[in-house]
C-alpha cells in the first residue's frame, strides 16, 4: 500500500482499505521528531469510505509503543496506545472569516485534500496520543517551596482561593462568631 491516498483517483463504487508500517528507520526518524527516547511498534490501519458524490470517510486504528523521559526522574516511560483516528473530509466546507472564526465542535471535519499522507496523519495521530507529562510507575511529582529567610512558604493549598470559605464555614456550622450566641 502507498503511503499517499489519492483521493480523486480512489474508486467510489467500495471502500479503500490501507495499513501504513514503518520500518525501524522510519520509525526512529519519527521518533526523533517527536523527541521521543524510541518507537518501538507503529501502524496505522483504516479504511477510506467515500460519502455522498465528493466527501470521504476516513476511519484508522492507530497502535503504537512509544518510549518517553519521565518528567520527574527522567528514566524512560513506555507507553501503550491504541487510538481511533477519524477524519471527515468535506468537498465544500466554508471558509471562515476573521469576523465568524470559531473552533467547530466536531474536529474530526477538514477541508477535502487532492491527497491524504498516511505518514502525516500517523505522525499527527500519535503526537496528539502521547502522554504531555509521562511519569514513571510510583513516582510523584513533589512540591517546592521557596520563601526568604524568616518568611513561612507560600504553599498550594494557601494559593486556593476559596480554601478561606472552607474554614468560615466550618465555624459558622460550630456556631462559632455567631453574633447571637454573644451574650
Not at 522510519?26 to 518501538?40: C, E, M, Q, T
Not at 512509544?66 to 481511533?84: G, H, K, M, S
Not at 477538514?110 to 514513571?136: G, H, I, N, S, T
Request: charged share 30%; hydrophobic share 40%; net charge negative.
Amino acid at each position: 500500500m502507498s503511503e499517499v491516498l489519492a483521493l480523486a483517483r480512489l474508486g467510489r463504487a467500495s471502500d479503500t482499505t490501507f495499513t501504513l508500517e514503518p520500518d525501524a528507520e522510519a520509525r526512529k526518524r519519527i521518533a526523533d521528531d517527536l523527541s521521543l527516547l524510541g518507537l518501538r511498534k507503529l501502524r496505522l490501519t483504516g479504511t477510506a469510505t467515500p460519502v455522498g458524490k465528493n466527501d470521504w470517510h476516513l476511519k484508522a486504528t492507530l497502535g503504537a509503543t512509544a518510549v518517553q523521559e519521565c518528567v520527574v526522574t527522567l528514566e524512560p516511560v513506555t507507553t501503550r496506545i491504541d487510538t481511533e483516528v477519524v477524519r471527515n473530509y468535506v468537498a465544500d466546507m466554508p471558509v471562515p472569516t476573521e469576523e465568524d472564526f470559531e473552533i467547530p465542535e466536531d474536529d474530526t471535519v477538514e477541508p477535502l485534500p487532492q491527497r491524504v499522507v498516511l505518514k502525516d496523519l500517523l505522525v499527527e495521530a500519535l503526537a496528539l496520543a502521547l502522554p504531555d507529562y509521562p511519569r514513571a510507575e510510583g513516582v510523584e511529582l513533589g512540591e517546592a517551596l521557596f520563601a526568604a529567610p524568616g518568611v513561612e512558604p507560600m504553599t498550594d493549598q494557601d494559593a486556593k482561593p476559596l480554601a478561606g470559605l472552607a474554614a468560615l464555614r466550618d465555624k459558622l456550622e460550630k456556631g462559632e462568631n455567631d453574633p447571637e450566641k454573644e451574650d
